[in-house]
Each structure stands twice: as structure tokens, then as C-alpha cells.
């Protein structure tokens, strides 16, 4: 071989050598690029900003500070389903804890059948003897399992009130889960009943401390409906209403809601879930009937259990009402019946039919029984129902036994003062088959109660109207009074007759008792106030002695309350000794006024109040 061919051959696998290298490299780098590029897109995918990647080779090395060790093994488990384990080089520091700061105390009450459990943590600087104790008195001497732990902290802020609402808020509930921190309590608990539900979800929104976050979940059983029953009607006046409406679900809730919107109703529906829904399609037969009445433009649609009477509007053309009957029965559901009532022009009643029954109660309960009977039995027989119904010595009556009335009006007689009994005022009259109930009501649902009654007694033998108003001065709940009155009607009290002591001692006299229960029923009334009790004495002996007689007297006063059902964390005993004089200490008729006790809003109901006051306006959509 030549020299020259032995260099270009030489030549020629240099070249090759490097040329490998160089395609090595190459490869190296691409592998390295794609790996970070892998890692760096799940680590976005995953939400892991922390962690910062690099490459050597077949090696991704992973740095940064994680925020605790779950987090360092996620950021770990989550780049190796972009690249193999094994090349993973794990640099990760795990960030420093600050080992001073306080854990987050809590505690958990369990209460059912079989008793109550304690869980969670507490400061040590809390006595957790007086806390069990506490908590075992909401028990009502079933077994209290203690699982406490402690941490010697400080206690911090907001615990003490939400500790004592959340223990007031177990003796309310009977199965519950109650879960209580420093700004948060947690309730989820079961009620009886829906008007259980609702007693206690007041009674707990207006007892809560300002500044306490509540978190409310109470469910109760669905009410039993019988008879099942749906109203609708639209008046002479083309105003479309439910007198009752029941539903099963919330799926044929929004059947009959719909249907009834269509119809023209407006505003809001009061339409009641509950339990005893004859038919699964009690939906399809609603709508049905609603829609019936629609095309009339009146009149009305009453369904008792499977029980469906269609009464027209008066004087509507009957031969279209009988084809829109036969078009609804045709739809209604087979296990439903229809009767249709055709409804003449009044004008062309005679006289047999203007006979009437009327009942009126009065607003201050009295009751007149006037008109029409069919027979002594009959007008002996309402009076005793009236008498059962509203009370001995507040029923007057003067009806008349008159001959030729129309059949079931002894029915219809006997159901209209049943009615009447469910408004706080108004009036019953039955005139030919017609029943109409009017007056004023403090109960939202009497309306719908006076449905069910009418269309269960009656059942197709007549038709009825109800034309009952609410009102919420007569309504028990809604005319609960403010704060600021009942404080008033306490001053009142105490105006007229001071709380007063034994000679030399806190002990409330016989006097004082008598006033004290006159000020517990205002205070039963009041349910969401909170009180702050104010003892005050004269001038004479020394300031120390004069405070801790205040003190004592104004627990003494806040014991009688709490021994006469009024809730303790609703009253603050407060000893102000001899500081705040209202009359000149120089005269006895001055120490006498001295030595008192006041009532004033706690700092709990005035800083809710002013709240309240602070939240800004909003309009009806909810926007500032």
C-alpha cells in the first residue's frame, strides 16, 4: 500500500470516529431535551411550580424546596410517569417547619342514641374537667366517652364563644355532629321534624357570637301529606294561585310549577315536599289539570289523593267545558277519577239556592253562628263543633232550621266552621254547594291546609273558594320583638317593681321573685337577645365590698333566669359596685335609687345589630 492511500485511509476512519461522536452527542442532547421538556409539562399538568429540572446525560436532576415530604414524593411520583425512575436524581430540600407556631385546636362532638364522644385537641390552659362536665350536663346522663387530647398553647382568639355556642348547640339536638374551632363551628344534625328544623336553625342564627362563622346542616323528614292534595285556581280577577300544591320530588315539583307558570301564575310557589304521593304520576295528572284550567281562564282544579274535580268558571260555556272535561279525563292517569262541576251564571240560581249558612270569628275569638239549617240535630251538632273548636263561652248561635235545602249541606255546614278554624279571623259562608272561606291568617300554610280540609270532607260533593290573607302581625314568629323592645318592656317592669334582696344578702326575696318571672317570660319571647345583668349599690361601706355585693347580686338575678329556662349563655352578670350612680347617695331616697339591677343589650346582640346595619345595600340581583 502506498503512503498515500495508507493516510486517506487513515483519513477516512478519523473522519468516521468523529463523525460517531458528533451523532452521539446529538442524540445524548435530544434525549435530554425531550426528558426536561416531559418532566416540565406534567410538573405544569400537576400544579408543581416549585420544582426546578436539569439534565446530565440519561439523568433529569430534580431540585427545588418542597413544601413537606408528601409533597417532595408527589413532585417524585409525578416525573416518573414522564421519564423511567431510574433516571431520576432526587435533589429536593424539604422546606423548614416553624416548630413555634400553635397546632389548630379543635374539637368534634358525636351525640346519638347511645351517647356522646369527645375528639379533637385543646389548649392545655383550658380546664378540661369543667369542659367534660359541661359537656356531660348537654348529655342528659347518657355515656360521655372522653378522647381529648391537650397542647400547652395559648388559647386562641374566638375559642371560649365558639366553644360555649357549640355546647348550647348540642343541647338543642339530639343526634348531631357538632365541630367547633376557634373560628368555625360545623353542625350537621337530623330533627324530627320540619318545624323542629326550622325552630332550631333560628334559635342557632340568632344566638351566634359576632364574628363566629356557622356552618348549618340540618335535615328533618319529609311531613306525611293526607290527603294528598293540589289547588289551583285563576279568579274572576284572571290572577292565577295554588291554594295547596304537594309534590314527591323535585322532579314533579317543577312539573306543576311549570304547568302553573304557563297557566300565568307569578311570584313565588309555596309547593311542599312530602311523603304519601298517591301515584308516581301524580306529576303528569297536575300538569294535566292545570292546563285544563288554563283554557277555561278560570275556575279551578282540586286533587285529593286520586280524587280530581274540574269546576268551570261561573257561566262558561258549557258545552266547551264538557269537551275540555272529556279532553282531561282522556289524559288523566288510569288510576285517577275526574268529576267536572259546571258552575251556572248566579243570576239564574233560585231561590232555594240563596239560602245560606255564614260562621264569622272575630279578631278577639268570638264566634256567630247565623242562617240556615237543615235540622235541630244539624244546629246542635255545629254548635258543639264550634264549641270543640274554639272554646266554652265564645260561640253564639242563631241559626234557623229552614225546610227544602240542597243535599250535603249538613257536610258542607259541619266543613266550613272546621275551616274557619284555621284562620285568626274571617269568615265561612255555604250557599248552594259552594263553600267560601275568607279572613286573615298568621300561618303561611293555612291556606293549604284549608285546601286539604275542604277537598278530604267534601270529596266532590261541592266546591269551595278561599280567599285568606296573611298577615304578619298575627304571625307569632315574624312579630317576635326587637331587641331594643324587649329591653323596654323590662325597664317597664322594673319601674313598676324593683328586683329586690334579704337584708344584707343576694338572696332574691319574694318580691324579686315575682318580678324576675315577669321578666323570664319576656325574655322566652325575645329568643335572640342577649342581656347583660347589672348590679349597682350605694356609696356606703368600701368600693371592694360594694363590688363583690353587685357581683354576687347580679349572679343571683342571672341564676333565677337560668332556673326559669332562660338559655345562661344569653346573660352576663356584671358588679359595677358603687361607680355608676343615678341619684345623689346623700339621701336614702338617693342610696335607694342606687341600689338596683338593670338590664342592657350585650355586646353579642348589639354587635350583630350593627352587622346587620353595616352590610351594605344590594338590589335584587344581589349586586352592590
Not at 303528569?284 to 280530581?308: F, N
Not at 275568607?438 to 266532590?460: E, F, M, P, Q, W
Not at 343571683?556 to 326559669?564: E, G, K
Request: negative net charge; aromatic residues 4%.
Amino acid at each position: 500500500m502506498t503512503v498515500n492511500a495508507l493516510i486517506s485511509t487513515i483519513g477516512a476512519l478519523t473522519l468516521g470516529a468523529a463523525g460517531a461522536v458528533l451523532a452521539s452527542n446529538a442524540v445524548v442532547r435530544l434525549v435530554e431535551d425531550r426528558s426536561a421538556l416531559a418532566v416540565d409539562q406534567v410538573f405544569s399538568e400537576e400544579s408543581v411550580p416549585w420544582a426546578s429540572i436539569e439534565t446530565d446525560g440519561l439523568s433529569v436532576i430534580l431540585s427545588g424546596e418542597a413544601p413537606d415530604e408528601a409533597a417532595r414524593f408527589r413532585a417524585l411520583s409525578v416525573a416518573s410517569t414522564a421519564v423511567d425512575a431510574s433516571r431520576l436524581i432526587d435533589n429536593f430540600v424539604i422546606a423548614q417547619v416553624d416548630q413555634t407556631r400553635a397546632p389548630d385546636f379543635s374539637i368534634e362532638l358525636l351525640k346519638n342514641d347511645g351517647g356522646l364522644s369527645l375528639i379533637g385537641l385543646i389548649p392545655a390552659e383550658v380546664d378540661r374537667d369543667d369542659l367534660v362536665r359541661d359537656i356531660a350536663r348537654t348529655a342528659r346522663g347518657a355515656e360521655v366517652s372522653d378522647l381529648l387530647e391537650v397542647a400547652d398553647y395559648p388559647v386562641p382568639n374566638g375559642w371560649e364563644d365558639a366553644t360555649r355556642f357549640g355546647l348550647a348547640a348540642m343541647q338543642n339536638l339530639d343526634r348531631s355532629k357538632v365541630s367547633i374551632t376557634a373560628e368555625r363551628v360545623t353542625i350537621i344534625a337530623a330533627t324530627d321534624s320540619q318545624e323542629e328544623k326550622a325552630r332550631v336553625e333560628e334559635i342557632l342564627e340568632g344566638e351566634l357570637p359576632a364574628g363566629l362563622e356557622l356552618d348549618l346542616s340540618i335535615t328533618a323528614p319529609r311531613p306525611v301529606i293526607s290527603p294528598y292534595t293540589l289547588r289551583f285556581i285563576i279568579d274572576a280577577q284572571g290572577t292565577a294561585q295554588f291554594d295547596a300544591c304537594a309534590a314527591g320530588t323535585e322532579q314533579v315539583r317543577g312539573q306543576l310549577v311549570g304547568a302553573a307558570r304557563s297557566a300565568g301564575l307569578t311570584g313565588d310557589v309555596d309547593c311542599v315536599l312530602g311523603l304519601g304521593m298517591p301515584s308516581p304520576r301524580w306529576g303528569r295528572a297536575g300538569a294535566s289539570a292545570i292546563a285544563a284550567v288554563s283554557e277555561m281562564g278560570g275556575g279551578g282544579i282540586t286533587i285529593s289523593d286520586t280524587d280530581v274535580t274540574l269546576e268551570s268558571p261561573a257561566g262558561f260555556d258549557e258545552e266547551k267545558f264538557n269537551s275540555i272535561a272529556s279532553d282531561l279525563e282522556n289524559e288523566l292517569p288510569e288510576v285517577f277519577a275526574l268529576q267536572a262541576i259546571y258552575v251556572p251564571d248566579p243570576a239564574a240560581n233560585d231561590a232555594t239556592e240563596q239560602l245560606e249558612f255564614l260562621a264569622t270569628l272575630s279578631p278577639e275569638g268570638q264566634v256567630q253562628l247565623r242562617g240556615a239549617v237543615s235540622s235541630e240535630f244539624l244546629k246542635s251538632s255545629v254548635e258543639s263543633l264550634a264549641l270543640a273548636k274554639f272554646g266554652a263561652d265564645r260561640v253564639y248561635n242563631a241559626t234557623k232550621v229552614e225546610a227544602g235545602l240542597p243535599d250535603g249541606w249538613p257536610l258542607r255546614v259541619l266543613t266550613a266552621v272546621e275551616a274557619l278554624s284555621e284562620v285568626n279571623n274571617g269568615a265561612v259562608i255555604v250557599q248552594g254547594d259552594v263553600i267560601q272561606v275568607r279572613g286573615n291568617t298568621g300561618d303561611t300554610r293555612s291556606r293549604s291546609i284549608i285546601s286539604r280540609i275542604l277537598a278530604d270532607k267534601l270529596d266532590g260533593e261541592g266546591t269551595f273558594k278561599i280567599d285568606v290573607d296573611y298577615k304578619e302581625e298575627l304571625d307569632p314568629i315574624a312579630s317576635i320583638p326587637t331587641p331594643e323592645e324587649c329591653v323596654a318592656q323590662i325597664d317597664a317592669i322594673l319601674a313598676q317593681t324593683k328586683i329586690t334582696f334579704e337584708p344584707g344578702s343576694s338572696t332574691v326575696d319574694d318580691a324579686g321573685r315575682t318580678t324576675i318571672d315577669r321578666i323570664a317570660e319576656v325574655l322566652k319571647a325575645c329568643v335572640n337577645v342577649s342581656v347583660e345583668i347589672a348590679g349597682h349599690t350605694d356609696s356606703q361601706g368600701s368600693e371592694e365590698l360594694n363590688a363583690r355585693i353587685s357581683q354576687s347580686r347580679a349572679d343571683a338575678v342571672r341564676t333565677s333566669l337560668v332556673t326559669r329556662r332562660i338559655p345562661p349563655e344569653r346573660l352576663t352578670a356584671v358588679g359595677y359596685g358603687e361607680a355608676t350612680p343615678i341619684a345623689d347617695n346623700g339621701t336614702e331616697e338617693g342610696r335607694e335609687a342606687n341600689r338596683r339591677i338593670e338590664f342592657t343589650l350585650s355586646a353579642n346582640t348589639t354587635d350583630k345589630a350593627e352587622a346587620t346595619e353595616a352590610e351594605p345595600a344590594t338590589d335584587e340581583t344581589g349586586q352592590e
